[in-house]
DNA sequence: GAACACCCTAAAGTAACTACAGGGTCAAGC
DNA sequence: GCTTGACCCTGTAGTTACTTTAGGGTGTTC
């Protein structure tokens, strides 16, 4: 199997499959000796479709790397995996905690302006320049990785003209 | 006012700052010249304040930069505004979509595994493993940024020694 | 004049990819 | 034999919003 065909079993694109062998997540292939490309095997699907189906999850390269090292060893105890996942699952619920205080606070905010009016008048300017009452505070900072709502393809250019 | 004294009334460290002039967010200050050092005024800080809400919304500097452009033009409608806080909150709701969706996942996988047994018997790896009966489908793309579950402290080192 | 808090710049690191530049390999069709 | 197109390779840079590091100047105090 080359890479082509591996990425494609495990539904994500050929470049990810090289990252992760850079990064040692992956091993590395044996290569065809005449043209050099990568030959894989099933095992390399099985621990690739591993690999995807925690990162689907949201977990790190290193929750991952813990995963991986814990499978290596089937006479250990399986507590620290089962460990990994609650703590991981602490991870994603007070990232939601977060987001729901955001929420609210967005709401409040939206609230102060219904109709379009002049932006002199704007109740969400007029809030977002002076503190009001609404709780300011940054959210408390948790022990989330896990953040971000915005999508990568989201562009943030500004006043600069596009190619 | 210096740097510091800046950072400090808007609780960001003055790196922040610095960072925010070389991307323009935050207009370059006047520097004394016998020392070079930054001098800031009253609308610098109501500037970076502004700007420290607005992410501690999770805004991204593109949505800042669209709030800042709108400030600038008292006397058009405020209708963009609205609509850029109505879209950061569908930003924020998908992303709480998705983790929700994790949640359920998570909780599932995790009541695979109760007791702490033996790595080879590990309901959780097993489900790892196999796909298994569960919807295993990566969430649905959302065009929401605000991503992530996890701190950047956390540590990803794998058989590395720390220094 | 030494300690210490403060300021400066430039460059690299973070997480997990993604994209690009520049080029080799292979099968099919003309 | 040559071109077209799909596939593969390497290496490097870009993404986001910062943070960290290296290396060095400034200002006040003891
Ligand atoms: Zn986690
Ligand atoms: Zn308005
Ligand atoms: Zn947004
Ligand atoms: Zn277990």
């Known amino acids: 199997m080359q890479i082509g065909e591996?990425?494609?079993?495990?539904?994500?694109p050929v470049e990810t499959v090289r990252y992760y062998e850079r990064e040692g997540l992956l091993h590395a292939a044996v290569r065809n000796e005449s043209n050099n490309y990568r030959q894989y095997n099933l095992s390399h699907l099985d621990r690739l479709?591993?690999?995807?189906r925690c990162r689907s999850l949201d977990m790190t390269h290193g929750e991952i790397w813990a995963l991986l090292d814990a499978r290596?060893?089937?006479?250990?105890?399986?507590?620290?995996?089962?460990?990994?996942?609650?703590?991981?699952?602490?991870?994603?619920?007070?990232?939601?905690?977060?987001?729901?205080?955001?929420?609210?606070?967005?709401?409040?905010?939206?609230?102060?302006c219904h109709a379009a009016r002049a932006?002199?008048?704007?109740?969400?300017?007029?809030?977002?320049?002076?503190?009001?009452?609404?709780a300011w505070r940054s959210p408390a900072l948790t022990h989330s990785h896990v953040?971000?709502?915005?999508?990568?393809?989201?562009?943030?250019?500004?006043?600069?003209?596009?190619k």
């Open 49 to 52: 479709t591993f690999i995807r």
């Open 147 to 162: 953040s971000g709502s915005h999508s990568s393809s989201d562009a943030h250019n500004h006043g600069e003209k596009q």
């Open 72 to 112: 290596q060893q089937p006479d250990a105890s399986c507590e620290s995996i089962n460990e990994l996942i609650d703590t991981h699952l602490l991870h994603v619920q007070a990232r939601m905690t977060e987001l729901r205080a955001l929420e609210g606070q967005l709401i409040d905010l939206r609230s102060q």
């Open 119 to 134: 932006t002199r008048d704007c109740g969400i300017l007029r809030e977002l320049d002076h503190p009001g009452d609404t």
């Open 6 to 12: 591996l990425a494609k079993q495990a539904g994500c």
